[in-house]
């Protein structure tokens, strides 16, 4: 390490390369500056055919830049790029990526809600033919192909803005499968994959670089990242700090080049003997098809987990408690008063809060401020007695939110857009603890942060909860319900299977559970 330093896939040739094995990608001297602020330093970055290149960071290390400078999105200030001998002195336009073969699958997916899953997929394919009818018939052949590299079923009718994060995510991966590429930039590609569709991505990528495509790997998940890498840059607030052979990396120093300290080491919480009082007691819940005769409790300051495969359940189930889709049968109790929960306003009014799973389209208003998101959902609390919703009072509450979570922002008034994904969870995080919940519900607490930003919003849920709230977290993530549950409860095809707690709390006891 230098410190600074199975299927069958068919692919097209639209771009006529004889010898995908000298194709070679490489940013020198990149540099960018947006206002005061230098996003990237004389960066240094290369590819090659037929390789897998993590690109690590915390969340505003400049990342994201580079992959829009490699994409033409944005124009470097300085420094040059070189696509297999050719010079682009000044960086080059999104035609030009695209014709050097450079496809990018961007974190926010990209993807058109209005359209089904087959049109996404072979949207861009048909782009490219400039023909001026759209064949559903070549769509679907298009996006079967495409699918079945990726081992997945999905339904190509569906519009795609009915489709879950997961099968987004899918989606969009299949959609850069299905047009010709020498370099494929996945930026957070498994962000809301369980770990069996990881595995099968992880498949899709070697059987590609087998065929000498390059791919940058972008992940928050460092176990991840070793796997899955031949090479790792590191880069830390805008500079290159490290980059080598991924064999010459182990967690503890992958984690130490992203965050310039060592890795937090943070034990599980112990219950105290004494019985805290009940805040959330759920009797046999159930909704015909998506879980059935749920029982659990959970205590003040306890932290209780779910986990589960996708389709066990466990993600309707948290939808259920905060009344998104309502169950049909079964009780939920909050702080010892039983509430018919049927829409959203009925948990809030009952004291529970939810933190989603998808932060940009459900938990935040992306194009409005900071103060108006963490406002949102308490506008009952801070209207004067006519109902007026006051602007200083709106601020000072923002304000003191902003200062008590650590959110890094230019100002209250910026919108929340323009923040790093690890400081948009704590805005979502920081509107419902302006209401002081009995009860916060959060699924996938630390999705697409960086390891800097997690420890952060573990720190801030430990506090939270010995302040007395009750926490119920749903993750993928098995490390994390380790590191912050009392109690784990393991759900399957709709049924609670499982409750460990104490020392059976650990990963590998989670997953022979999730697995059985």
Same mark, same amino acid.
């Given at each position: 390490?230098?410190?600074?330093?199975?299927?069958?896939?068919?692919?097209?040739?639209?771009?006529?390369?004889?010898?995908?094995?000298?194709?070679?990608?490489?940013?020198?001297?990149?540099?960018?500056?947006?206002?005061?602020?230098?996003?990237?330093?004389?960066?240094?970055?290369?590819?090659?055919?037929?390789?897998?290149?993590?690109?690590?960071?915390?969340?505003?290390?400049?990342?994201?830049?580079?992959?829009?400078?490699?994409?033409?999105?944005?124009?470097?200030?300085?420094?040059?790029?070189?696509?297999?001998?050719?010079?682009?002195?000044?960086?080059?336009?999104?035609?030009?990526?695209?014709?050097?073969?450079?496809?990018?699958?961007?974190? #926010? !997916?990209?993807?058109?809600?209005?359209?089904?899953? =087959?049109?996404?997929? *072979? $949207? %861009?394919?048909? /782009?490219?033919?400039?023909?001026?009818?759209?064949?559903?018939?070549?769509?679907?052949?298009?996006?079967?192909?495409?699918?079945?590299?990726?081992?997945?079923?999905?339904?190509?009718?569906?519009?795609?803005? #009915? !489709?879950?994060?997961?099968?987004?995510?899918?989606? =969009?991966?299949?959609? *850069? $499968? %299905?047009?010709? /590429?020498?370099?494929?930039?996945?930026?957070?590609?498994?962000?809301?994959?369980?770990?069996?569709?990881?595995?099968?991505?992880?498949?899709?990528?070697?059987?590609?670089?087998?065929?000498?495509?390059?791919?940058?790997?972008?992940?928050?998940?460092?176990?991840?990242?070793?796997?899955?890498?031949?090479?790792?840059?590191?880069?830390?607030?805008?500079?290159?700090?490290?980059?080598?052979?991924?064999?010459?990396?182990?967690?503890?120093?992958?984690?130490?080049?992203?965050?310039?300290?060592?890795?937090?080491?943070?034990?599980?919480?112990?219950?105290?003997?004494?019985?805290?009082?009940?805040?959330?007691?759920?009797?046999?819940?159930?909704?015909?098809?998506?879980?059935?005769?749920?029982?659990?409790?959970?205590?003040?300051?306890?932290?209780?987990?779910?986990?589960?495969?996708?389709?066990?359940?466990?993600?309707?189930?948290?939808?259920?408690?905060?009344?998104?889709?309502?169950?049909?049968?079964?009780?939920?109790?909050?702080?010892?008063?039983?509430?018919?929960?049927?829409?959203?306003?009925?948990?809030?009014?009952?004291?529970?809060?939810?933190?989603?799973?998808?932060?940009?389209?459900?938990?935040?208003?992306?194009?409005?401020?900071?103060?108006?998101?963490?406002?949102?959902?308490?506008?009952?609390?801070?209207?004067?007695?006519?109902?007026?919703?006051?602007?200083?009072?709106?601020?000072?509450?923002?304000?003191?939110?902003?200062?008590?979570?650590?959110?890094?922002?230019?100002?209250?008034?910026?919108?929340?857009?323009?923040?790093?994904?690890?400081?948009?969870?704590?805005?979502?995080?920081?509107?419902?603890?302006?209401?002081?919940?009995?009860?916060?519900?959060?699924?996938?607490?630390?999705?697409?942060?960086?390891?800097?930003?997690?420890?952060?919003?573990?720190?801030?849920?430990?506090?939270?909860?010995?302040?007395?709230?009750?926490?119920?977290?749903?993750?993928?993530?098995?490390?994390?319900?380790?590191?912050?549950?009392?109690?784990?409860?393991?759900?399957?095809?709709?049924?609670?299977?499982?409750?460990?707690?104490?020392?059976?709390?650990?990963?590998?006891?989670?997953?022979?559970?999730?697995?059985?």
């Amino acid at each position: 390490m230098n410190r600074v330093a199975e299927p069958e896939l068919h692919l097209n040739t639209s771009h006529n390369l004889t010898n995908r094995d000298k194709f070679e990608f490489q940013m020198t001297g990149i540099s960018k500056q947006f206002g005061g602020v230098r996003a990237l330093d004389g960066v240094d970055f290369a590819v090659s055919a037929g390789s897998v290149h993590c690109l690590a960071g915390e969340n505003g290390c400049g990342k994201s830049t580079l992959i829009k400078i490699a994409s033409g999105v944005l124009k470097p200030d300085g420094g040059i790029i070189s696509v297999t001998g050719r010079t682009y002195a000044h960086g080059f336009s999104p035609r030009e990526s695209i014709k050097s073969g450079v496809e990018v699958i961007y974190q #926010d !997916l990209s993807l058109l809600p209005n359209l089904t899953v =087959a049109e996404n997929i *072979a $949207l %861009a394919v048909h /782009a490219g033919t400039g023909r001026w009818f759209f064949s559903q018939r070549e769509a679907r052949r298009i996006a079967t192909r495409a699918l079945d590299q990726l081992h997945v079923s999905l339904e190509l009718n569906t519009l795609v803005g #009915d !489709l879950t994060i997961a099968a987004k995510q899918l989606t =969009a991966i299949a959609r *850069a $499968l %299905a047009r010709d /590429a020498r370099l494929i930039f996945m930026d957070e590609p498994t962000t809301a994959l369980t770990w069996r569709e990881v595995e099968a991505l992880f498949v899709i990528v070697r059987q590609l670089t087998a065929k000498g495509v390059a791919v940058v790997f972008v992940s928050h998940k460092l176990n991840e990242v070793l796997d899955i890498s031949d090479q790792i840059t590191v880069l830390r607030n805008g500079h290159l700090v490290a980059k080598g052979p991924a064999r010459e990396f182990d967690r503890a120093a992958l984690s130490r080049a992203m965050t310039g300290h060592e890795e937090a080491v943070i034990n599980p919480p112990i219950m105290s003997n004494e019985q805290k009082p009940v805040l959330l007691d759920v009797q046999g819940l159930t909704a015909p098809g998506r879980f059935a005769n749920v029982s659990f409790a959970v205590r003040q300051n306890e932290i209780v987990g779910f986990a589960g495969l996708l389709g066990s359940g466990a993600s309707e189930l948290v939808e259920a408690l905060f009344g998104i889709a309502p169950a049909d049968e079964g009780t939920i109790s909050v702080t010892g008063q039983q509430r018919h929960i049927r829409r959203p306003t009925d948990a809030i009014n009952a004291g529970i809060g939810y933190v989603p799973g998808d932060r940009l389209s459900q938990g935040l208003f992306l194009n409005l401020p900071i103060d108006t998101n963490i406002a949102a959902a308490s506008v009952d609390l801070i209207g004067n007695r006519l109902g007026l919703l006051i602007p200083g009072e709106i601020k000072a509450n923002a304000q003191k939110m902003v200062s008590e979570l650590q959110i890094k922002a230019s100002s209250v008034s910026a919108p929340v857009s323009s923040l790093s994904g690890g400081n948009q969870q704590r805005v979502v995080l920081a509107k419902w603890l302006q209401r002081k919940p009995s009860v916060l519900l959060l699924n996938g607490p630390s999705v697409g942060v960086d390891i800097g930003s997690k420890e952060e919003m573990h720190r801030l849920l430990r506090q939270l909860n010995q302040e007395g709230t009750a926490i119920l977290v749903l993750s993928d993530d098995i490390s994390e319900l380790v590191a912050l549950c009392n109690r784990v409860l393991v759900m399957s095809k709709g049924r609670l299977i499982a409750e460990l707690a104490g020392s059976e709390v650990n990963e590998k006891t989670i997953l022979q559970e999730m697995l059985a």
